[in-house]
Antibody
Framework: AVQLVESGGGLVQPKESLKISCAAS????????MYWVRQAPGKGLEWVAR??????????YYADSVKGRFTISRDDSKSMVYLQMDNLKTEDTAMYYC???????????WGQGASVTVSS | NIVMTQSPKSMSISVGDRVTMNCKAS??????IAWYQQKPGQSPKLLIY???NRYTGVPDRFTGGGYGTDFTLTINSVQAEDAAFYYC????????FGGGTKLELK
């Protein structure tokens, strides 16, 4: 079965950094584009970042709200995707979901989320 | 940047009713739209992709339609388990979500 398991969330202070991870299994990871989507408490979904596959040069894309502060990366040998978050702001507080495009250019698999709280 | 606007923000209907919710893109996005369902405390789940394609395992009471800038998600004969938030999303070149529609059962 397809599984995406996030880890590494927690409480950090503003301007600090945090790296969250996502372990994938049950599908050919190297063939799947991967994404991070977040959801602030009581709010809707916000796409954060996308990374394509090796044939597409691992191209990355970011929402304007995180561009220059967040970095998405992947390790196909470990079936892992990461989100490095620098210069965190209180408005980055959210549940961060790891998602995958397995069948098509859609997020057809989702993890359970990693909670990130940015507060002093 | 393309903005996705969903309406209504919430709706309350009875089991067995038919419901249609809307998603409007600020620019032509062709058929590059997906719909997701999110129940309280759960991760979102894909329902519809490329505007009208039902994802594997999604009941056929869920139907997506539209093209260009105006899209709909229709649920025929709503069931109790359909109470949830529904989000549309552009799925090409940017992956912007709409603000969501909350579906409540009377």
């Amino acid at each position: 079965a397809v599984q995406l398991v996030e880890s590494g969330g927690g409480l950090v202070q503003p301007k600090e950094s945090l790296k969250i991870s996502c372990a994938a299994s049950g599908f050919t990871f190297s063939n799947a584009a991967m994404y991070w989507v977040r959801q602030a408490p009581g709010k809707g979904l916000e796409w954060v970042a996308r990374i394509r596959t090796k044939p597409n040069n691992y191209a990355t894309y970011y929402a304007d709200s995180v561009k220059g502060r967040f970095t998405i990366s992947r390790d196909d040998s470990k079936s892992m995707v990461y989100l490095q978050m620098d210069n965190l702001k209180t408005e980055d507080t959210a549940m961060y979901y790891c998602t995958a495009s397995i069948a098509a250019t859609v997020m057809d698999a989702w993890g359970q989320g990693a909670s990130v709280t940015v507060s002093s | 940047n393309i903005v996705m606007t969903q309406s209504p923000k919430s709706m309350s209907i009875s089991v067995g009713d038919r419901v249609t919710m809307n998603c409007k893109a600020s620019q032509n996005v062709g058929n590059n739209i997906a719909w997701y369902q999110q129940k309280p405390g759960q991760s979102p789940k894909l329902l519809i992709y490329y505007a009208s394609n039902r994802y594997t395992g999604v009941p056929d009471r869920f139907t997506g339609g539209g093209y260009g800038t105006d899209f709909t998600l229709t649920i025929n004969s709503v069931q109790a388990e359909d109470a949830a938030f529904y989000y549309c999303q552009r799925i090409y070149n940017s992956w912007t979500f709409g603000g969501g529609t909350k579906l409540e059962l009377k």
